[in-house]
């Protein structure tokens, strides 16, 4: 344990989301995806005309579904393993771009901007957690809309799961979590195998926020909350009971 541990790098987003991704996700499908998708089209207002940024879209399992709502969304990832996947399922439907959340191209060109199943909260430092802030906000027109689905720290700390081990086809797939209090973090360490053989291992670490923090570093980018759901049921947020945090709000 205490070995895989040192193996998370401060720039793990950079090769963990990689072709054993379906793999260790593989239950993360345009399926499992469907509602998600509805809820923050019903939540942000998405029309026919709105033109929408997937910040962090991966294979495009969400953009699959806001297709049907409006011609144009870009997915924006920096995996080119995921993109790949993207581009294969969704074929010339959707635009889709690698850049770095961080440093993204756009500048006040969408409606809505989406960001979905934890796909922030990624860099060691404050200061580029926020420049991802910024990113997002920078992409939206103003007064534009967004929705960010985080997990709810309170839940998560409730409910760490510290080993699991799962199979999926040939595979097996062990997992270590643990928070770290010092840095703020929770870390996982995924060891994937295959016919008894390791063929891979890899780590994620991932700031942890209440409400109130991630509501100021929204605002610190300059985006406004309205409102925080536990679920996508739209139950409130965030008492131990409800598994994620869910933003709504507006560029400021
Ligand atoms: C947990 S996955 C979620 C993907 C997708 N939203 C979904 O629900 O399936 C996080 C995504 O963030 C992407 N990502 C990680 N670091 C990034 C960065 N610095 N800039 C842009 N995308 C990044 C990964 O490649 C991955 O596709």
Redesign the pocket.
């Known amino acids: 344990m205490q070995d895989q541990r040192r193996t998370i790098e401060p720039d793990w987003?950079?090769v963990s989301?990689d072709a054993l991704?379906p793999i260790i996700?593989a239950h993360?499908t345009v399926e499992a995806?469907r509602e998600?998708a509805y809820f923050s089209i019903q939540e942000t207002g998405i029309e026919r005309s709105d033109v929408v940024l997937?910040?962090?879209?991966?294979?495009g399992?969400?953009m699959a579904h806001l297709l049907k709502k409006t011609d144009r969304v870009v997915g924006?990832?920096?995996?080119p393993h995921?993109l790949k996947l993207a581009r294969r399922s969704l074929g010339g439907r959707a635009c889709l771009v690698r850049?770095?959340?961080?440093c993204?191209p756009f500048q006040g060109i969408f409606d809505v901007v989406v960001?979905?199943?934890?796909?922030f909260g990624?860099?060691p430092s404050e200061e580029e957690n926020l420049m991802?802030v910024q990113g997002l906000a920078g992409a939206l027109k103003p007064g534009g809309r967004f929705f960010i689905d985080y997990f709810n720290r309170s839940y998560t700390e409730k409910n760490l799961e510290p080993s699991t081990v799962r199979n999926h086809e040939d595979y097996e797939i062990r997992e270590h979590r643990w928070i770290d209090l010092e840095s703020d973090r929770i870390n996982k360490t995924t060891v994937v195998f295959k016919g008894g053989q390791e063929i891979s291992r890899s780590g994620e670490s991932v700031r942890l926020y209440s409400d109130s923090e991630f509501e100021s570093l929204l605002a610190k980018g300059g985006l406004r909350v309205e409102r925080i759901f536990g679920d996508y049921s739209g139950a409130d947020c965030c008492d131990p009971t409800q598994p994620r945090m869910i933003v709504v709000g507006h560029k400021a």
């Open positions: 987003y950079r989301f991704y996700y993360r995806a998600d997937d910040l962090c879209c991966g294979n399992r969400h924006l990832d920096y995996s995921l850049a770095d959340m961080r993204q960001n979905y199943f934890t796909s990624y860099f991802a």
